[in-house]
């Protein structure tokens, strides 16, 4: 961390919340430096000591199995999206998306310092997919959608960890996640996406959760992602003294 540094994002990088989370505690007078109520956009330097309110909020985690035709969020006319059907309450968001025509695991929490930390492709955090295609898979094809496949728009995939399941589906590993791109890597290739599931994010398994099911995240599993994130539960320490 470079110092003098923005005390939103000096919160954010210490991971405590996220920036618009940390301005928000700042206008609530719920942050201090050197004692004195600290003001938005205020510079932090490397012997300033910041304090903030502890327990403000409880953190929840969610591991959702959503099932085909529920989208994540911006329902159109006669969709429904997640909240609709989970009914978390306003405070939960989903971490990043899946397709209305895909199923699968999907996290939700009311963290705002995970979304960037677990979906930035900088990270390689791994989220793993089942999916079956309209025709016979060719080795050739399996070896190129390893390799890389180009998208158009100067945008061509990462390499993935890939296997065949059988001659017409294939489990995926990605450490990126742009808009419905297995579909559109598929597509590339002549295929037609049949089914598309999301069974794993990081150290998440989809395993025992019932389509259109959650359960709250809790213990090893939990302690193993937000480990693997650089986090912990705690949202709100007494005292971020370096």
């Known amino acids: 961390m470079e110092f003098p540094i923005r005390i939103n994002k000096y919160l954010a990088e210490k991971g405590i919340c996220s920036r618009r989370e940390a301005d928000k505690l700042i206008e609530e007078g719920k942050v201090s430096v050197n004692g004195a109520a600290a003001e938005l956009g205020r510079m932090i330097e490397e012997d300033d000591e910041v304090r903030i309110e502890s327990g403000l909020k409880e953190l929840f985690y969610v591991a959702y199995n959503k099932p085909r035709g529920i989208v994540t969020t911006g329902p159109q006319k006669g969709e429904k999206e997640i909240k609709d059907v989970l009914k978390l309450g306003s405070d939960y968001f989903p971490v990043g998306r899946l397709d209305k025509d895909s199923r699968g695991l999907i996290l939700l929490t ?46 061509t995939t990462k390499p993935c960890k890939i296997r065949a399941i059988d001659d017409y589906s294939f489990s995926i590993i990605l450490t990126e996640g742009k808009n419905r791109q297995i579909r559109r890597m598929c597509l590339a ?9 999301r069974v794993r994010i990081m150290n998440i ?4 959760i019932k389509e259109g099911h ?19 539960k705690r949202l709100l320490p007494d005292n971020l003294q370096k």
């Open 110 to 155: 009311n963290d705002g310092r995970i979304t960037d930390k677990l979906l930035n492709p900088d990270n390689y955090h791994e989220k793993e997919y089942e999916v079956a295609v309209d025709r016979k898979l060719r080795e050739d094809d399996i070896r190129q959608l390893r390799k890389g496949i180009a998208l158009g728009g100067g945008f």
């Open 189 to 197: 290739l002549g295929y037609e996406v049949a089914d598309l599931c």
């Open 205 to 208: 398994h989809i395993g025992g």
């Open 214 to 232: 959650h359960k709250i995240l809790s213990g090893k599993p939990l302690d193993g992602l937000l480990g693997s994130l650089g986090l912990d």
